[in-house]
């Protein structure tokens, strides 16, 4: 039986048994004048037979599925001859995906060895014997889990206590499951770090003002020993990023207002998903209006008046990147613009303030750290964009404050670094996990910083 099989088994199995407890608790009740001399309600006899038969059972198929193919194929390589045994790791990943692909089909048996054709058979043989073997188990388990939950529908249960336990329980389980991706995340990007820092002066990387990374093969080539310092790359990025918000927040904010406090119902109807249309545009199609349209029309305007434009600008990309934001600040400060309470909007009109000193010295203030989560969310996205600098910007690491020439960005040279086939053992493509690690600080201090601000003034206004 196939997996998707098998889930939906075990979901029917779940809607049956909570039928099952809830008919079981009516029944219990019933001799007993009713369910109100049952101790919980008869739904939650239900979800404790549902959570009986299912958990059990989803935590076996998972740890079956997560081993399954580990297993069997050890079992398949293991029976091969010392032979053809492989001997290092890539002929053993090698000769294994070979096998695969026979008893896949996608390899024709025919004019293979006999060894070989013999593993593809013991690999199917496996496969179907362990898909049956999980399907017996699981039905089994969840079997098992049916008989003991109608065992426990009693008046006196605590079904609900139970319930409710096991929902906190997987509750807290999610939040941990969350913390521990983003450790995991960390860990493994500040250890193929300290393997680049081994390579790499921190001082070189962090203050350095050179960044090529491209190492030679031979000692007398020029550059064999690479540049990798990363100041040209962080001011690329923030010159990027400030071209954008500078282009965001204004237009983000102003829209967010007007349709908030001026524009009428009619008109907000229609114009706000119009502009949240905007966040559902691919980054890829902004990147090829930034270089399709807005840089050739950006340095056709700089040749009329004199000024030279690069056809690959921060300018252009940071303008694009900035159309792309606005529906984040725009929705965001819109909500909590919403938010403020009409109270205060009244009290000020009462004592004689017109609408726009009331906006500016009343809902503004106590909408500011929603805004100002806003405009660090749209920040963040700035910081971590990648394809629209891509294709407007160029992949020149150059150390420069003038939008108008080329720059690029920190994320750009990591997909730069680990694009293709990489072997994690050079600086080269190391740079690219020190790289993250200081993008992953420099996000970091950016949402310290916000949340202060934001802790800040919701004390003032609160």
């Not at 997996?3 to 049956?16: H, N």
């Not at 362990?130 to 079904?159: D, P, Y």
């Not at 336990?165 to 990007?189: R, W």
């Not at 902004?286 to 300018?315: K, M």
Request: proline share 4%.
């Amino acid at each position: 039986m196939q997996t998707a099989d098998i889930l939906f088994l075990l979901l029917g199995l779940g809607v049956f048994g909570f039928y099952l407890g809830r008919g079981r608790a009516l029944a219990v009740a019933n001799p007993l004048g009713g369910i109100r001399q049952l101790h919980s309600l008869p739904s939650y006899y239900g979800m404790h037979i549902v959570i009986c038969a299912l958990i059990p059972s989803l935590l076996l198929f998972g740890l079956w599925i997560i081993f399954d193919s580990t297993v069997i194929d050890g079992l398949v390589m293991g029976s091969l001859p010392e032979t053809i045994t492989p001997s290092d790791n890539a002929s053993y990943s090698l000769l294994l995906n070979k096998i695969t692909n026979v008893a896949s089909g996608i390899i024709p048996a025919t004019g293979q060895p006999q060894a070989l054709v013999d593993a593809s058979a013991y690999k199917l043989y496996l496969e179907n014997l362990s898909r049956w073997s999980l399907t017996t188990l699981v039905l089994m388990v969840s079997m098992s889990g049916l008989v003991w939950g109608r065992f426990k529908v009693q008046a006196k249960f605590q079904a609900r206590q139970a319930v409710e336990k096991v929902m906190q329980n997987m509750l807290f389980g999610c939040a941990c499951l969350a913390i521990f991706t983003t450790l995991g995340i960390v860990l493994s990007v500040l250890f193929e770090s300290i393997q680049f820092f081994r390579s790499v002066s921190v001082y070189d990387f962090v203050f350095g003002l050179e960044w090529s990374p491209q190492t030679a093969i031979r000692e007398d080539q020029v550059g064999s020993s690479g540049s990798f310092g990363a100041i040209p790359l962080f001011a690329g990025t923030l010159l990027v990023s400030a071209v954008a918000m500078v282009i965001a927040v204004p237009v983000g904010l102003m829209s967010a207002i007007y349709l908030a406090e001026y524009a009428s119902k009619n008109i907000r109807t229609f114009a706000k998903p119009a502009l949240e249309v905007l966040a559902g545009i691919p980054t890829v199609v902004y990147g090829f209006f930034a270089a399709l349209t807005v840089a050739p029309f950006l340095r056709d305007l700089g040749n009329d008046f004199g000024v030279s434009i690069s056809s690959e600008s921060a300018l252009a990309a940071g303008g694009v990147m900035g159309i792309m934001i606005i529906p984040f600040i725009s929705s965001l400060a819109d909500d909590v613009i919403t938010a403020v309470p009409q109270s205060m909007r009244d009290g000020s009109l009462a004592m004689g303030a017109t609408q726009s000193e009331t906006i500016s010295k009343v809902v503004i203030p106590a909408a500011l750290p929603g805004i100002v989560g806003g405009i660090m969310l749209a920040v963040s996205r700035a910081i971590g964009e990648t394809m629209i600098v891509v294709m407007a910007a160029g992949l020149a690491a150059n150390l420069t404050a003038n939008p108008l020439e080329s720059v690029t960005t920190v994320t750009v040279q990591i997909v730069t670094l680990l694009t293709g086939d990489q072997e994690f053992d050079s600086p080269k493509t190391l740079a690219a996990f020190a790289l993250g690690l200081m993008l992953f600080i420099v996000t970091l201090l950016l949402n310290i910083f916000a949340l202060h601000i934001v802790k800040k003034y919701r004390e003032q206004y609160e």
